[in-house]
């Protein structure tokens, strides 16, 4: 296989949309607060962290992917080996930890590598499949805000932890909603599977506004106009994700989302 193949099918299986998301998130909590150099190591620990989480993932669900037919599995449809990928993994696992204790030594090894990528690694191993596959997420997206702002020496208010939480919850009814008939049939019955997609659309949008209020009410820095224009946005945003039809929800409680994370970014 081309070094040009090897390198793209490393890319698709790491899940680059959320290892981008998560690794933006943490440049946008650690602007402003941190040298750039501390920025910049922090935020290469937090991707290496996410490729960890991904290349795991597709390791651990290759044979199911296979067996299924997953077209857009790289190592199920044979575009990359599971060799290529662990090694990969090996390597950011390596780096993952060098950068998290250059960040904040033991802390840093506790909260990143322990919490959030631990939490991740959880969820592949089997989680998922539970009725519990919600607190990795909740323990994961919580301790970034920590991970972040203690990294570059900001204290870390518990709404950062709670509105992390929220959105981590969020973020798993709505990353499992595309793929639940796929996942049920596959014998994964996960939160998401077991209160069905109905309801996750409907917790999912409630969990996020929970989010945008809380960051609106936060008591550190009062409450702003942004906070209380975002309020407003969420509301709205939930109703369309209550009661359009089509792709509308899941994009309505994206923006949500999407919202909580400017917020969050801000008041830090």
Not at 81 to 100: D, E, F, I, M, Y
Not at 101 to 117: D, F, P, Q, Y
Request: aromatic letters at 6%; glycine letters at 12%; proline letters at 5%.
């Amino acid at each position: 296989m081309s070094t040009i193949g090897t390198a793209r099918g490393l890319v698709l299986a790491c899940h680059p949309l959320p290892t981008v998301a998560v690794t933006v998130l943490a440049l946008l909590l650690a602007l402003g607060a941190g040298s750039p150099s501390q920025v910049a190591v922090l935020v290469a620990a937090v991707l290496c962290g996410q490729l960890v989480i991904g290349w795991h993932n597709d390791l651990v669900d290759s044979a199911r992917d296979r067996a299924a037919g997953r077209t857009d599995k790289p190592i199920a449809r044979g575009e990359i080996s599971p060799r290529s990928v662990r090694l990969a993994l090996v390597v950011a696992l390596s780096l993952t930890v060098l950068l998290s204790w250059a960040t904040n030594s033991w802390t840093g090894l506790v909260l990143h590598v322990g919490l959030v990528v631990g939490s991740g690694l959880a969820y592949n191993a089997g989680l998922k499949a539970t009725a519990w596959s919600w607190v990795p997420y909740a323990v994961a997206f919580g301790t970034l805000p920590a991970f972040v702002w203690l990294s570059v020496g900001r204290a870390v208010p518990w709404w950062a932890v709670a509105v992390g939480a929220l959105l981590g919850v969020g973020a798993h009814l709505l990353n499992v909603l595309p793929d639940l008939g796929d996942d049920v049939r596959a014998g994964i019955r996960g939160f998401p599977h077991r209160i069905g997609g109905r309801a996750s659309r409907v917790v999912a949008p409630l969990l996020l506004l929970a989010g945008t209020v809380l960051l609106a009410l936060a008591p550190e820095g009062g409450t702003s106009v942004w906070g209380w224009a975002s309020v407003v946005a969420a509301g709205l945003l939930a109703v369309v994700a209550w009661a359009a039809r089509g792709k509308a929800p899941f994009l309505a409680a994206i923006g949500i989302a999407l919202l909580n994370v400017v917020s969050l970014s801000l008041r830090g």
